[in-house]
């Protein structure tokens, strides 16, 4: 059994020093760390993604990692529990990327839920929007060529607005195919 020293205290704030960037996620989970534990806070809505059935998620991710992981739900925790901290600092990318497949990431310091539908929505939404405003912007330029006395560019611009109107009826049917479907 390991006995308190300085070398294990250095060796947990080198480990707080060196984590990995995430691709996924802007930040790392924050942790508290000790000798041979770390602390992370998990919402506990969110406990049952990292727990899995019968326990499945949580024993397996303390097997690949050589750990023990105890869950606080009373508290939002999962403890884990280890004399090595690159095991440690295993299973807590596990508990993250776990986390990040379900559609939750720790963004902002904060959890966010971001799914396959959000991430749809906000890229047709975006185009559909964009039409939107070409076509208001066409309206607009056709209604005042129009006062000007120029009908032939007042028709083009209104043709040219009838298209961004119907490429934004199209973007929104599409967004409802591939977001609902």
Known sequence: EKSKTEEPKKEVKEESKEQPKKEESETQIPTVSEEDKSVVTIPGNLHKYCIGKGGSIIKKIAADSNTKIFSQSEEN??????????????????????LESVGWFYKNNQWE??????????KFRTEAEKEVKLRNECFEASKKAFEKG???????????????????????????RNIYN
């Not at 839920?113 to 906000?122: G, R």
């Open 77 to 98: 925790t999962f403890e884990i529990i280890s004399s090595e901290a690159d095991s440690r600092q295993q299973a807590l990318t596990a508990l993250q990327k776990t």
């Open 113 to 122: 839920e971001h799914t396959k539908q959000d991430e749809l929505w906000k």
């Open 150 to 176: 120029d009908k032939q560019l007042a028709k083009e611009l209104s043709d040219k607005a009838k298209v961004h109107g119907k490429n934004w009826e199209k973007l929104t049917e599409e967004a409802g």
